[in-house]
């Protein structure tokens, strides 16, 4: 059954009771709903791929509000959720919430840090992704994640199509080996390849880096990545060992996926709803549905499938505060 985005009409007194309930300060069960079906999804996916590769990467990215169960950083923290992420990804949290290349508000800074702190505290790392592109403010988005103890990345192109040309060398760069995310001390995220002239010229460019962890598109154009396109990789520049981890958006469907169907323009699936009408292509969906469900993991043509199949070290889950929009 699909809702709208102002929810059910209130008919019988229980309903206005309900709505009333909605109106309190802290969630109700009904508006929790929404961010502990994100938290098994994300789990069920964990716990999918980590029985087909022991130690695969979990990262989650935004709507960091669900690693508790209340409203707030200071409420209980959702532990089994916690325990089955590896790190959590948030992007604009010193720069670019706003606009690009300027400084997040300090209101939603100071909302969020005490999230990531939180994480941090159970063995979950944080990704920061900042968007700016002036020397000087790449530099203090650098410093003030590492502050934090946040492993960072400032993005010169919301775009996320290019390796920065500053710094000149990842910051933090290192020569060790990196088997897991809590010991990366950078990281390269890049998922749109559309200004590499072809895939041996997107894969030949990463080579050249050091940096520890990459989050890239597993597709370039329409073709997946293959087993061998992955292994090379997972070397650095240098010689050592890093993690190749790739995007995947679990809270909308794509039509420029794969697995988009072409007559769901004319009798779209039940859990497939609207279009992000900030991303065009991009569409809202029930994410609890078992169907969708099925799209992302559990069979050799699922998208996690692809992924392992590939040898991916893990997996970059986007759209995470789709629950937001079942709240409103």
């Not at 709903?33 to 935004?62: L, T, W």
């Not at 670019?96 to 300090?106: E, R």
């Not at 968007?131 to 919301?158: H, P, V, W």
């Amino acid at each position: 059954m699909k809702f709208s985005k102002n929810g059910m009409r209130c008919v019988t007194a229980v309903c206005a009771a309900a709505l009333v309930l909605l109106s309190c300060d802290f969630p109700s069960e009904y508006e929790d709903h929404y961010r502990n079906e994100m938290r098994i999804f994300v789990s069920e996916i964990s716990d999918y791929a980590k029985a087909v590769i022991p130690g695969f990467v979990i990262i989650p990215q935004n709507g960091i509000e669900i690693v508790t169960t209340g409203s707030t950083a200071e409420d209980e923290a959702a532990a089994d959720y916690l325990s089955k992420i590896d790190a959590i990804g948030q992007e604009d949290l010193f720069y670019g919430y706003s606009f690009d290349n300027q400084k997040s508000p300090s209101s939603f800074t100071d909302n969020i840090v005490p999230y990531c702190s939180l994480a941090e505290r159970n063995n979950v790392s944080i990704l920061v992704t900042d968007y700016c592109s002036s020397s000087s403010k790449m530099d203090n988005s650098y410093t003030l994640n590492a502050e934090q103890g946040f492993i960072s990345f400032a993005a010169d192109s919301r775009e996320l199509d290019r390796i920065p040309s500053y710094p000149s060398v990842p910051h933090n760069e290192n020569a060790e080996s990196i088997v897991s995310i809590a010991q990366a001390k950078n990281f390269l995220y890049l998922i749109n390849p559309s200004q590499f002239s072809s895939k041996e010229a997107f894969i030949s460019a990463i080579e050249n880096t050091n940096y520890d962890a990459l989050i890239i598109d597993a597709f370039f154009e329409d073709e997946i990545l293959s087993a061998s396109d992955v292994l090379r990789l997972k070397k650095k520049n240098n010689g050592a060992d890093r993690l190749v981890i790739s995007y995947m958006s679990i809270g909308e469907a794509e039509d420029y996926r794969y697995y988009w169907n072409s007559d769901w323009s004319k009798n779209d699936p039940e859990w497939l709803l609207e279009e992000n009408p900030e991303w065009k292509g991009n569409y809202k969906v029930e994410y609890w549905n078992g169907d969708w469900k099925k799209i992302i993991f559990g069979s050799s043509s699922s998208y996690l499938d692809l992924l392992l199949n590939s040898g991916f070290d893990g997996a970059y889950l986007d759209i995470i505060e789709a629950f937001e929009y079942f709240e409103e």
